[in-house]
């Protein structure tokens, strides 16, 4: 029997919104299907692993499909009371964006039960139970890049890319610079966000990288390859397997018009690719003080970019409403957000070869070696 199974779901809460982000697919429910006898092997079988064995991406090979879906998501505060219960139709991806406005009676959700209600007529399936990230002022915000920062993965031939899809991310050497960067700031307080440019099925993947290397409460942002070969959407197109300038920066204001703009934010990269003008073009946007048009008119212009008309739309339309949050947090706080960012350096360069418009940002950016380790484990493939 198939029914509707979350993929994603993430949930922050700030002082005045409720943002969702969230991810449905139809999986196979493999235990409907067993008989008693073979479902009590099953469970023996499971019973009897000590340790779960890690995912490798191909096995969520399946959330390529896409399909629509209804959710309805019911608010509860700490003494199980119904806040607001909401219903919202995912895109024809499965994938739902929510922002919900919270008043002083609604600020006190702790929990969110989640259900799908169009998949069986006059039935209500139950989802999960989430608990909201909150994050209140001031803000702390760390957002690391995945591939090349935190893990030495390889994408260049295709055996590299076959390697990546048959084994778990433990596999590839990790880079413990970066790893002991990032937890150094979650301990102070940050609120963690994973950006890569890895296909969207290695979420499960990716989260038990996260879970093994004690990083637990990251939010994971990846490109949605089925939205590449998409004829009628055309926000991320064949080019953008290669060029990821536009789609690494439109889900940093993604991150930011989910949490609000931070009063703190530190940006995680490594010059390998285009990182470096990423984030400047970011901090450029954040405390340039400049006028959005002419930041876009930039960066349409610029080799890591290039964008058809859809996608300068959509770009244009992210940097205004980055820059009305900023005009509007400015009239409560008259201050500048506190940027620093990292970047990984390819071999032994000393400064960043960057273009004219953000080099006045380069005393923002720390260059760090991160040699990388391998990390010596026999990982046995899941059956």
């Known amino acids: ?152 993965t390889k994408y260049s031939t295709t055996t590299e890319v076959y390697r990546s899809l048959t084994k778990p991310l433990s596999y590839f050497p990790t880079i413990t610079n970066s790893v002991e960067i990032l937890k150094s700031y979650i301990e102070k307080g940050y609120h963690p966000f994973i950006l890569s440019a890895s296909p969207h099925f290695y979420e499960e993947a990716m989260r038990d990288w996260l879970y093994q290397n004690q990083i637990y409460t990251a939010g994971i942002f990846l490109k949605d390859y089925r939205r590449l070969f998409s004829l009628l959407e055309l926000d991320l197109t064949p080019k953008d397997l290669k060029i990821q300038g536009l789609y690494k920066l439109n889900h940093l204001l993604d991150i930011l018009m989910l949490t609000g703009i931070p009063d703190d934010l530190v940006l995680m990269g490594h010059n390998f690719e285009s990182d470096p003008v990423i984030y400047l073009s970011l901090a450029s946007l954040l405390n340039g003080h400049q006028d959005p048009w002419q930041l876009w008119n930039y960066l349409r212009k610029v080799d890591a970019f290039q964008m058809n008309k859809k996608q300068n739309s959509i770009l244009l339309n992210k940097v205004y409403q980055i820059h009305n949050q900023l005009t509007q947090k400015k009239k409560v706080l008259n201050k500048d957000v506190n940027i620093k960012i990292y970047i990984r350096k390819k071999v032994n360069e000393t400064k960043l070869d960057v273009p004219q418009e953000v080099d006045s940002f380069i005393p923002l950016v720390e260059l760090y070696s991160g040699p990388s380790q391998i990390k010596k484990i026999e990982t046995p493939v899941p059956s």
């Open 1 to 152: 029997m198939k029914r509707p199974t979350i993929v994603h779901f993430l949930a922050i809460m700030t002082e005045e919104n409720l943002n969702i982000k969230a991810s449905l697919t139809v999986k196979e429910n493999i235990v409907t299907n067993q008989s008693p006898k073979s479902m009590a092997r099953g469970i023996a079988k499971e019973i009897a692993k000590e340790i779960p064995t890690p995912r490798f991406p191909i096995q969520a090979y399946k959330l390529l499909t896409g399909n629509t879906f209804k959710v309805k998501v019911m608010a509860y505060d700490s003494q199980q009371e119904i806040v607001f219960k909401k219903t919202f139709d995912s895109d024809k991806f499965g994938n739902i964006h929510a922002k919900i406005s919270l008043d002083k009676d609604q600020n006190e959700v702790s929990a969110l039960q989640v259900y799908e209600v169009s998949s069986e007529v006059g039935l209500d399936l139950h989802m999960g139970t989430f608990i909201p990230l909150s994050i209140s002022n001031p803000k702390k915000i760390i957002i690391c890049d995945f591939d090349k920062t935190l893990v030495d």
